[in-house]
């Protein structure tokens, strides 16, 4: 499936992680039927792919002590999935698990990407994963109130969550007079990429025949990789240099480096 870059790009700005979903009002069929649709579609790389499951959803939720990551009436999730034999699989995740965030936001559900604070035994199960795969992250899907409630505003505020780093700070390599307007456009999607706890760990490296993607920041992984961040903001990064008439190609990197987006000349 091509990126469908138009729909995808203004649906960047909308999102934002929700967490409490309405207990009255189930998906409905159409929604969860197109879902499916991209969850089975939108496969980029071979080793990282998608599942919606539609039962038990609470159950992979419950009994999580602490308020982040408390996600409350989701009657239906998708779990992001990874062949670890696959060195990649975290950015591919990532990537992968973005656009279909992408594409629920575009159809009008709430999501929250949840690394760690998850049953992740119950989550396997539920999505028959094989041999090597690990769920590495899930999201609840489903509709929630247009205003966040007192609860999530609580959480959003303890993850500070719409706080951004200056893409002054996140771009090195070629200075900004010098970037061609698809880079400018391109890094600004980037940098409103969700992560674990925000904690933003990209850096973008600017060159004349694209950017690479790199882990800027030290410290604890909190159970979640920093590369599956950066897989996510690399969804991002291609979403809107598409929007802006630029194509190009992902090659992946040893550590620190993640990723280079290459122009195609
Ligand atoms: C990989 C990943 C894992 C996350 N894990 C959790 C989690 O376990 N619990 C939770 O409440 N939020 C989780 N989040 C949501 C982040 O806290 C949120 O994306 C970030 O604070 C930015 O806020 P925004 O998504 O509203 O822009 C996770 C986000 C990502 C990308």
Redesign the pocket.
């Known amino acids: 499936m091509d990126i469908p870059f138009s729909r995808w790009h203004p649906a960047i700005e909308k ?3 929700r ?1 409490y979903f309405d207990p009255n009002l189930p998906i409905a069929p159409d929604v969860l039927a197109a879902l499916d649709n991209v969850c089975n579609q939108f496969v980029p790389f071979p080793h990282a792919w998608s599942r919606l499951v539609t039962k038990s959803a609470d159950s992979v939720f419950k009994g999580i002590i602490g308020s ?3 996600i409350k009436n989701a009657s239906a999730f998708i779990a992001f999935i990874g062949n670890m034999s696959d060195p990649f699989a975290q950015e591919e995740v ?1 990537y992968t698990g973005e656009g279909i965030i992408l594409e629920a936001t575009a159809l009008g559900s709430g999501t ?7 049953r992740a035994e119950i989550a396997t199960a539920l999505a028959e994963v094989g041999e090597n795969e690990r769920v590495l ?1 899930i999201t609840p899907v489903g509709y929630t109130q247009e205003s966040e409630s007192w609860e999530e505003r609580l ?2 505020g303890f ?1 500070r ?2 706080n951004r780093v200056a893409l002054s700070k996140l771009a090195r390599g070629l200075p900004r007079e010098k970037w061609p307007n698809w880079v400018g456009v391109s890094l600004e999607a980037a940098r409103l990429a ?5 904690r933003q760990p990209w850096g973008f490296d600017v060159q004349d025949d694209g950017i690479a993607v790199f882990v800027r920041t030290r410290g604890p992984q909190f159970n ?1 990789s920093k590369r ?2 950066c897989g ?1 903001a690399m969804l991002h990064l291609e979403v809107a240099a598409l929007d802006s008439g630029c194509k190009g190609e992902w090659d992946f990197l040893p550590s620190p480096q993640v990723a280079k987006f290459k122009t195609r000349s």
Not at 112 to 118: D, L, N, S
Not at 194 to 198: E, K, Q, R
């Open positions: 999102r934002r992680s967490r982040y990551g408390r990532g929250c990407w949840v690394g760690g604070f998850f992250a959480m959003t993850a969550s719409h969700p992560s674990a706890a925000n979640v599956l961040d996510i």
